[in-house]
């Protein structure tokens, strides 16, 4: 079943603004990830933030997570027309010895107009 | 970060075949992920793959139909077998980083079967 579940699920912007995703998760993580896909090529790690953290950014991304309302979002400030991909968040689930597994939602496809 | 590759990028395949996907990580993982990705779809986990032993397949997966090979710590294969059309998508490997919990991903092998 699905562990992450983004809203919205396709969002366009111009170039120059800013934009917003958002995660939601049913059940108690340790970390959540969100990622990067362009046009149906491999994924592209962006920044991982722990249970315990609440916010980090890295370059023009801000990651926030709320572990109370079970929520995370994205923001990209200052869009160009080369963000435009989908984008996904990930949650890990470690339940011991070797069982791990990252639960992906469904996505957001961003697209940026020049 | 970790670097994995994946051969083929791409295969077009006639129904009732068997493609076996190469996936090559440039660091020794104790684990390795195949993940599915159906069009317009988010990602699957179908299998963990451990060295030494038996991959460990998620519910709707079966080892006869995704058999997995794992013979060292830095390789893993993917068979995809007795294939239909339902089988076309993208599918990927995945790993961890050496020093974080971060899963990095292989660039995909979209596979499209008639």
């Known amino acids: 079943s699905q562990q992450g579940e983004e809203d919205p699920q396709a969002l366009s912007i111009q170039e120059g603004e800013n934009a917003t995703m958002n995660c939601s998760y049913k059940?108690?993580?340790?970390?959540l990830q969100w990622y990067r896909q362009n046009s149906g090529r491999g994924l592209v790690h962006l920044i991982l933030i722990r249970s315990n953290e609440r916010e980090k950014h890295s370059g023009r991304l801000r990651v926030t997570l709320d572990t109370s309302k079970k929520s995370s979002s994205l923001l990209i400030t200052a869009s160009r027309a080369a963000d435009t991909a989908s984008y996904f968040c990930?949650?890990?689930?470690?339940?011991?010895?070797?069982?791990?597994?990252?639960?992906f939602g469904k996505g957001t496809l961003l697209t940026v107009n020049p | 970060s970790a670097v994995i590759s994946q051969k083929p990028s791409r295969d077009i395949c006639q129904r009732g075949t068997s493609l076996t996907i190469q996936c090559q990580v440039d660091?020794?993982?104790?684990?390795m992920f195949w993940y599915r990705q159906q069009p317009g779809q988010s990602l699957t986990l179908i299998a963990t793959?451990?060295?030494?032993?038996?991959?460990?397949?998620e519910s709707g997966f079966v080892i006869d139909k995704f058999p997995i090979s794992r013979p060292n710590l830095t390789f893993s294969t993917l068979t995809v077998s007795n294939m239909s059309p339902e089988d076309s998508s993208i599918y990927l490997c995945?790993?961890?980083?050496?020093?974080?919990?971060?899963?990095?991903f292989g660039p995909g092998t979209r596979l499209t079967v008639l």
């Open positions: 660091s020794q993982v104790t684990m």
């Open positions: 990930a949650t890990d689930e470690w339940s011991g010895g070797s069982n791990y597994k990252l639960t």
């Open positions: 793959a451990n060295q030494g032993s038996e991959a460990t397949y």
């Open positions: 995945s790993a961890p980083g050496l020093i974080s919990d971060t899963q990095y």
């Open positions: 059940t108690s993580i340790n970390n």
